[in-house]
């Protein structure tokens, strides 16, 4: 029988949010029927049950970033995360740490905190990034002294993939006695993650970009540095205190299956990936020669291109191409701002290149036959 159901489109948007894993979703149901108690009652098998289901997704996500359990807060996602640690941080900070030192081309969480913090005294220090996308680490070096309260650097780019080394960083900040919290969202799943070795104090990602739910997060709390944040909200004791409300037992329990899944099948999905996006690059620049690629050309998240066509506005490409092939022109979380990306000029691009930027992320469940279409329709939707 005929039918005349137009394809499936193709996902490619993975940056903004990933598929649920069907494995996700079974470990979730139960605890959306028969396993439905609130964990924090402690009088009742349901709570019980529930309270079990979150402890243990609480041991998988640290197990997945090399945390211990005590060290995970729940929260509703990275952007919560983000302020949690700002914000806590500056509440009950030593009068003279009045400075956060940030980057040009942080998410908006991160960002717009920064701003507001200003307003409440503290004094925002917003470094700049290469051409490459990647911080200075003299420039690091200058901006971070004693009066420096909290350094915040994304691991891994929303927009350009681009991976920034944290390491270095850390050695900076504990040098001047201050906190060094990372925005680890595209990066946590994708690729491994140890916040010893990074030597962070903060981390903050989310479920939803490792192929969970969405509406949990999480943030790590470097045990020693327990004491240093204030909770932004009051009510009841949940989450250490940090973080009040009901933990929502089927969310947490799926974050726990998606880091459980990511830190067995990382290595495979990275390979698939970088493969796929290898391939997806060499064909348009086959019939694009001046296609332009945004950010460091190696040392980004596999799969992760941010590319311009020459003359032909990103948002033109993504309306062309919507029905059939999801792509973007940078964060979902500022897709209302009629503006050119903060990243791509954060590159010292003028606002007529940065407007070019086409953002493309490979996932887990693409194939190659859909690399091969997407790349048809995107040269079609530039013209070429």
């Keep these: 029988m005929g039918s005349d159901r137009m394809p499936s489109p193709i996902y490619l948007d993975n940056h903004a949010t990933t598929r649920p894993d069907p ?13 439905f108690g609130n964990p924090h009652s402690d009088g009742h098998r349901f709570g019980w049950e529930a309270h079990d289901a979150v402890e243990r997704a609480r041991a998988e996500v640290a197990r997945l970033i090399g945390a211990d359990s005590r060290e995970i807060v729940f929260t509703s996602g990275a952007t919560e995360s983000c302020n949690l640690a700002l914000r806590g941080a500056v509440r009950d900070r030593p009068p003279m740490r009045t400075r956060i030192v940030t980057a040009r081309t942080e998410h908006p969480a991160v960002l717009e905190t920064c701003a507001a913090l200003a307003e409440e005294g503290m004094e925002p220090v917003v470094l700049p990034v290469g051409a490459d996308g990647l911080l200075d680490p003299e420039a690091v070096r200058q901006a971070v002294d004693d009066r420096t309260l909290l350094v915040s650097v994304m691991l891994a780019n929303n927009e350009i993939g681009v991976l920034q080394s944290l390491s270095d960083i850390a050695a900076v900040c504990a040098a001047a006695g201050a906190f060094l919290h990372t925005d680890a969202t595209q990066a946590v799943g994708r690729i491994p993650v140890d916040v010893r070795a990074l030597g962070v104090d903060f981390l903050s990602c989310s479920a939803h970009k490792l192929y969970g739910p969405k509406g949990v997060g999480a943030l790590f709390i470097r045990w020693e540095a327990s004491d240093a944040l204030t909770p932004s909200m009051t009510g009841g004791g949940q989450e250490r205190g940090l973080r009040p409300g009901t933990t929502p037992a089927p969310l947490a329990a799926g974050f726990g299956c998606a880091s ?9 999905d990275a390979a698939h990936g970088a493969r796929l996006g290898a ?23 596999p799969g992760s291109l941010s590319v311009g066509f020459p003359g032909v506005p990103g948002d033109d490409i993504v309306e062309r191409v919507g029905e059939r092939l999801a792509v973007s022109t940078g964060s979902a979380c500022a897709s209302v701002s009629a503006e050119p990306s903060h990243v791509l000029r954060g590159l010292g691009l003028g606002d007529a290149e940065a407007a070019l930027g086409v953002r493309i992320c490979v996932g887990r469940f693409n194939t190659e036959a859909e690399i091969e279409a997407a790349a048809e329709l995107l040269v079609e939707a530039a013209g070429y």
């Design 260 to 268: 459980r899944i990511a830190a067995v099948e990382m290595d495979r």
């Design 23 to 35: 494995r996700v979703i079974d470990a979730m149901l139960p605890l959306f029927t028969e396993g």
């Design 279 to 301: 391939a997806l690059l060499a064909r348009l620049r086959e019939r694009v020669p001046d296609l332009r690629l945004f950010g460091h050309p190696r040392r980004r998240l």
